[in-house]
């Protein structure tokens, strides 16, 4: 097995370690967290498909933050919400919903705080994510923001690993393969 995979997104090339994640499965792992090129090249490019009506944009912590910080700046928004992967002490009647994410190899639950629900009721939503895998944690994020009483009107990423670069129902740059062993 090769122990490198080049991605080229948006004129950009990246060489990532190709990293075991399964008895069964390697894949080539992409952190979006410390690449500032990256991160602002990839924005200005998601943001031009994304509709024109949204109000808010969420992701889960932690790798898609600095994604939702540069659109959100493109955008001219004032703020974003983030899903935690804890409850913190200032979060009041937070909302939740459980995922078992490829990444992490274990389940986890992400946490809406209880203001951040009040701000996005009856709003109209994008959730952003760095990849998008299996999509379990997409769909957490689905189903927090819809408990939250808001609409999602799109869900997008940089990359679409495996078989979610099948899907119709997301907005995404570049595909990322699996690795099978």
């Not at 097995?1 to 080539?28: S, W």
Request: proline share 3%; aromatic share 6%; net charge negative.
């Amino acid at each position: 097995m090769k122990k490198h995979y080049e991605l080229k997104v948006a004129g950009l090339t990246r060489n990532l370690p190709i990293i075991q994640v399964a008895d069964d499965l390697a894949i080539a792992s992409f952190v979006l967290l410390g690449d500032a090129e990256m991160t602002t090249v990839a924005a200005s490019e998601i943001v031009k498909r994304l509709p024109e009506n949204i109000d808010f944009l969420v992701t889960a912590e932690a790798k898609g933050i600095p994604l939702l910080q540069e659109l959100a700046r493109i955008k001219g928004f004032k703020s974003y919400i983030v899903a935690r992967k804890s409850v913190k002490s200032y979060m009041e009647s937070p909302l939740e919903a459980s995922v078992f994410s490829i990444t992490t190899q274990k389940e986890q639950t992400l946490y809406l705080d209880g203001h951040d629900v009040e701000l996005i009721k009856d709003k109209k939503v994008a959730i952003i994510d760095d990849v998008i895998s299996t999509g379990e944690s997409l769909q957490a994020l689905v189903n927090l923001v819809e408990k939250a009483g808001a609409k999602v009107v799109v869900k997008a990423a940089i990359l679409a690993e495996g078989d979610a670069a099948k899907r119709e129902d997301i907005v995404f740059l570049e595909e990322l393969p699996l690795f099978p062993l």
